[in-house]
């Protein structure tokens, strides 16, 4: 795909990767949709994308929320008058142990609340927002190409056992979808991050930092523009469909 005076959506916009891979759009000439529930830090990413010279717009909605995406995939395809592209990114963790035990008795377990809300975001946002993109992209009759976010934790992480479920899901349906709309010249791909230094793992003390950085082969945190740089190749390379990066130092669990 080339770039230039495509139409793409990203969720999750409003900071870290989203906000990373929104301003790497805007820089190629792309009219990005910036979607996210937080208003101020989302203004905050399109007056970045501004000055990269993109054209933005900005549009609030809870990813989760069926209606919500209808609504707002379909004023992106109304605003733009195209939609050639998605980037599923919003997520959430609401990370717990699945038993905590202390002194052979059962203390803590990780409730439902905990596991529903990471699944409806992370999992079902990511069918929402894709279904709706593909339904205006097959509409527009242009192609085009849907992004989706996993993580090194679709592996299995201690302590994430909604999401690892979640991201593991979604690799699950980036093949589904690209064996599905490869017929309407749609691509589908995903990312699979690392430690990335976003704001909460970069405000990290120096001890539990190199703890974590541990078994990482290359000893760092990835940045945000290495991540975006993966969506960019995916947008990029019309050969690529139906697989996952792992943009991860050489990470393993």
């Known amino acids: 795909m080339q770039l230039t005076g495509k139409t793409i959506a990203v969720t999750g916009a409003a900071q870290g990767i989203g906000r990373a891979i ?62 050639d592209g998605l980037v599923n990114n919003a997520g959430i963790v609401r990370d717990s142990m699945l038993v905590r035990v202390k002194d052979g008795e059962v203390v803590a377990r990780m409730s439902m609340q905990q596991w529903q809300a990471v699944l409806d975001v992370n999992l079902t946002g990511t069918f929402l927002c894709a279904r709706a993109a593909a339904e205006q992209m097959v509409r527009f009759g242009n192609g085009g190409v849907i992004v989706n976010m996993s993580s090194l934790a679709r592996d299995g992480n201690v302590g994430q056992s909604n999401y690892s479920a979640a991201k593991a899901g979604v690799v699950a349906l980036t093949t589904v979808w690209a064996r599905e709309l490869a017929r309407y010249r749609i691509r589908v791909g995903a990312i699979a991050p690392g430690f990335t230094a976003t704001d909460i793992l970069s405000q990290m003390r120096r001890e539990m930092l190199d703890k974590l950085l541990a078994p990482v082969p290359l000893k760092r945190l990835g940045a945000v523009h290495e991540i975006a740089a993966a969506a960019r190749f995916i947008f990029e390379n019309d050969f690529f469909t139906g697989r996952c990066i792992d943009v991860d130092g050489g990470m393993r669990f």
């Open 22 to 83: 929104a301003l790497a759009l805007a820089s190629e000439g792309v009219s990005v949709a910036l979607i996210d529930v937080n208003r101020d830090e989302l203004e905050q990413t399109a007056a970045q994308c501004e000055a990269e010279g993109g054209k933005v717009r900005t549009y609030l909605a809870n990813v989760a929320d069926e209606s919500d995406v209808d609504r707002v995939m379909q004023q992106v395809g109304i605003d733009y008058a195209r939609f």
